[in-house]
Nanobody
Framework: QVQLVESGGGLVQAGGSLRLSCAAS????????VGWFRQAPGKEREFVAT????????AYLDSVKGRFTISRDTAKNVGYLQMSSLKPEDTAVYYC??????????????????WGQGTQVTVSS
């Protein structure tokens, strides 16, 4: 059984930083794309960033470019989302997801096969 588990969320003041982690059991990300999405109350799930595991190619939501960095540790099979200069509008539940095979629109949540349960990120002003 495949499980993705996010960790690292929490409460932080505006301008602060958090690093989210996404660990998988029952699956290695070798041929996947691993993405991060977020969902704020009353809003649709929104693409944040994605990384193609094999190449390291990454893509970001425009509003997080320069503030968030997606990365991966291939030896540990763990993905990361480093979030800096956080703003109150970044407040949401953050989800990691994996897509195999790597195809289609990686900004579309429907492209992803496996999802974690989410971790809350709250940014206070």
């Amino acid at each position: 059984q495949v499980q993705l588990v996010e960790s690292g969320g929490g409460l932080v003041q505006a301008g602060g930083s958090l690093r989210l982690s996404c660990a998988a059991s029952g699956r290695t990300f070798t041929r996947d794309a691993v993405g991060w999405f977020r969902q704020a109350p009353g809003k649709e799930r929104e693409f944040v960033a994605t990384i193609i595991w094999s190449s390291g190619y990454s893509a970001y939501l425009d509003s997080v470019k320069g503030r968030f960095t997606i990365s991966r540790d291939t030896a540990k099979n763990v993905g990361y989302l480093q979030m800096s200069s956080l703003k109150p509008e970044d407040t949401a539940v953050y989800y990691c997801a994996s897509s195999f095979p790597v195809s289609g629109n990686l900004r579309n949540p429907e492209t992803y096969n496996y999802w974690g349960q989410g971790t809350q990120v709250t940014v206070s002003s």
